[in-house]
């Protein structure tokens, strides 16, 4: 069964410290994959997406790929208290278009 | 740019009724997407389309249809409302392979009594 996994939460992290949110998938064919950021009753926005294996940068986001362990995740450095939101991890199964979603991960990040 | 349109924002339905979920863009994408949201949860596929005249099951079709008739348009359908499809709706596009961002509307809330 193909499906996206995420622990739910909440985790708290102090401010100033790095938030680390994990994902795994079930399909191994999958090639492409997605962190998008959703503020409570807002839409879902992309933060950052990964097709390669090993990290991507971009500002205070890494995102993290192992395909051979069929893990994904995000670290959040310097968390600031905008950033408490919920994570989806996002899957682009073996490239059929559809995209799938985890259930998120709820983050809380305190003052 | 307005970007992804739904319509309504809001809708209570009594257990039975039908009515029709809008969404529009005005990106030109070719690939669009209707997911559901239960609270808590993450979101769920319905239906998706990779053009005029194409669409695809989801995770979860069943009470659902869709069609896709214009490049810009991609209406869901609830033909016998139940309280099972309570839940937050947003249409979603992007342009595809291998550039999948997917760009989202505003969602709508339908609660069904």
């Known amino acids: 069964q193909k499906e996206v996994e995420q622990n739910s939460g909440p985790l708290s992290v102090p401010e100033g410290a790095i938030a680390s949110l994990n994902c795994t998938y079930s399909d191994r064919g999958s090639q492409s994959f997605f962190w998008y950021r959703q503020y409570s009753g807002k839409s879902p926005e992309l933060i950052m997406f990964?097709?390669?294996?090993g990290d991507k940068e971009d500002g205070r986001f890494t995102a993290q790929l192992n395909k051979a362990s069929q893990y994904v995740s995000l670290l959040i450095r310097d968390s600031q208290p905008s950033d408490s939101a919920t994570y989806l991890c996002?899957?682009?199964?073996?490239?059929?278009?559809?995209?799938?979603f985890g259930k998120g991960t709820r983050l809380h990040i305190l003052p | 740019n307005a970007g992804v349109t739904q319509t309504p924002k809001f809708r209570i339905l009594k257990i039975g009724q039908s009515m029709t979920l809008q969404c529009t863009q005005d990106?030109?994408?070719?690939?669009m997407y209707w997911y559901r949201q239960d609270p808590g949860m993450g979101l769920k596929l319905i239906y998706y389309s990779v053009g005029a005249g194409i669409t695809d099951k989801g995770e979860v079709p069943n009470g659902y249809n869709v069609s896709r008739s214009t490049t810009e348009d991609f209406p869901l359908r609830l033909e016998l409302a139940a309280p099972s499809q309570t839940s937050v709706y947003f249409c979603a596009s992007s342009l595809g392979v291998p550039n999948e961002k997917l760009f989202f509307g505003s969602g709508t809330q339908l609660s069904v009594l």
């Open positions: 990964i097709y390669s294996n």
């Open positions: 996002a899957v682009n199964m073996n490239r059929d278009d559809k995209i799938i």
């Open positions: 990106m030109n994408h070719n690939y």
